[in-house]
């Protein structure tokens, strides 16, 4: 089991970056798949995108594909989350989850642990 923490959430006006970390304890990181989920206001949560382990590859639904990238950090034992020309329908929780396999899926299902979500806003 892994415990994850995500920060990095704020106020950002439209056209703006945030980059959001998933902090890991209990357990190395870069042995687990990590999936970006997000659920806004009235919506269900989906996955935003995902990386595999140990360096493998990435994946990205197509509204974010080009704007947002995931990125480890194997020392600190995190997980990037970098959004670039943000938009107001990017507003959401966004929650950083982990599971124990070679291969990421953006499944909500398919993930083991989860973190508490940061806010994350985009408005004028």
């Known amino acids: 089991q892994v415990q994850l923490v995500e920060s990095g959430g704020g106020l950002v006006q439209p056209g703006g970056s945030l980059r959001l970390s998933c902090e890991a304890s209990?357990?190395?990181?870069?042995?687990?798949?990590i999936g970006w989920f997000r659920q806004g206001p009235g919506k269900e949560r989906e996955g935003v995108g995902c990386?595999?382990?140990?360096?493998?590859?990435?994946n990205y639904i197509h509204s974010v594909k080009g704007r947002f990238t995931i990125s480890r950090d194997n020392v600190k034992n995190t997980v990037y989350l970098q959004m670039n020309s943000l938009k107001p329908e990017d507003t959401a929780v966004y929650y950083c989850?982990?599971?124990?396999?070679?291969?990421?899926?953006?499944?909500?299902?398919?993930?083991?642990?989860w973190g508490q979500g940061t806010q994350v806003t985009v408005s004028s």
């Open positions: 990386i595999s382990r140990r360096g493998g590859p990435t």
């Open positions: 989850a982990a599971v124990f396999r070679y291969a990421c899926m953006l499944v909500e299902g398919a993930y083991q642990d």
């Open positions: 209990g357990s190395t990181l870069e042995d687990y798949a």
